[in-house]
């Protein structure tokens, strides 16, 4: 069963600091990855999509890798800003026979605190 | 902003009662999704429509329904509701079928509460 599971499902930290989410997957085949954040009540907005070939993308202070070897995928957050406070949630693509499947982590709840 | 509109922004109606939630994909995409999100969970897909026809099919419950209209808005349709259907409420469009090659641009969602 395909499955994304996202640790920590929440996280605390202070305005300035740095900080890793982390997403691992069971979802095959594989085709992509990316990153979505979620405002508390908005909709999701994608941040990087990751492909098989594909070890490191960065946007802006946000930073995605992904290890297709070992299925874990990270994002790493630098010098966090209060506006970082949202849920960052990882989404799996993989496609079969029967079409392309999205598979959804349940997210990590992000806080920032000044 | 995407570019994605859904209506109404909010809905409170009773249980047993039937809604209707209306999405406008941005201008050009042909595939539109619904996703359930209830309080403190995760997105559930529930369906996909590609250019007026079904493409894929998630956790959707057989008391609801969708359609994707020939100019492409779509509604999702939920009867007989009951208090857990209460959730936030997403669409999403794409240029393309693939759900996972194409980026999805989410609506800013519909606030379902069942009394």
């Known amino acids: 069963k395909n499955q994304v599971e996202q640790s920590p499902q929440s996280l605390i930290i202070l305005e300035g600091k740095n900080c890793t989410l982390q997403c691992n997957y069971t979802v095959s085949p594989f085709s992509n990855l990316r990153w979505y954040k979620q405002d508390t009540g908005r909709g999701p907005v994608s941040l990087t999509i990751?492909?098989?070939?594909?070890n490191t993308k960065s946007n802006g202070r946000y930073t995605a890798t992904l290890d297709a070897d070992t299925k874990q995928s990270s994002l790493h957050i630098t010098a966090s800003q209060l506006s970082d406070s949202a849920s960052y949630i990882c989404?799996?693509?993989?496609?079969?026979?029967?079409?392309?499947?999205?598979?959804f982590g349940g997210g990590t709840r992000l806080m920032v605190k000044p | 902003d995407s570019g994605v509109t859904q209506t109404p922004k909010h809905l409170i109606t009773a249980t047993g009662q039937r809604v209707t939630l209306r999405c406008s994909p941005r201008?050009?995409?042909?595939?539109v999704y619904w996703y359930q999100q209830s309080l403190d969970q995760g997105l559930q897909f529930l369906i996909q429509y590609y250019n007026g026809e079904e493409r894929a099919k998630g956790n959707i419950l057989e008391r609801f329904s969708a359609q994707q209209f020939p100019d492409l808005h779509s509604e999702l349709n939920l009867s007989s509701l009951e208090l857990g259907d209460s959730a936030l409420y997403f669409c999403?469009?794409?240029?393309?079928?693939?759900?996972?090659?194409?980026?999805?641009?989410f609506g800013p969602g519909t606030r379902l509460t069942v009394l």
């Open positions: 990751m492909t098989f070939s594909e």
């Open positions: 989404v799996v693509s993989s496609r079969n026979n029967a079409g392309n499947m999205l598979t």
């Open positions: 201008s050009g995409d042909l595939s």
């Open positions: 999403a469009s794409s240029v393309g079928p693939a759900g996972g090659d194409n980026e999805q641009f």
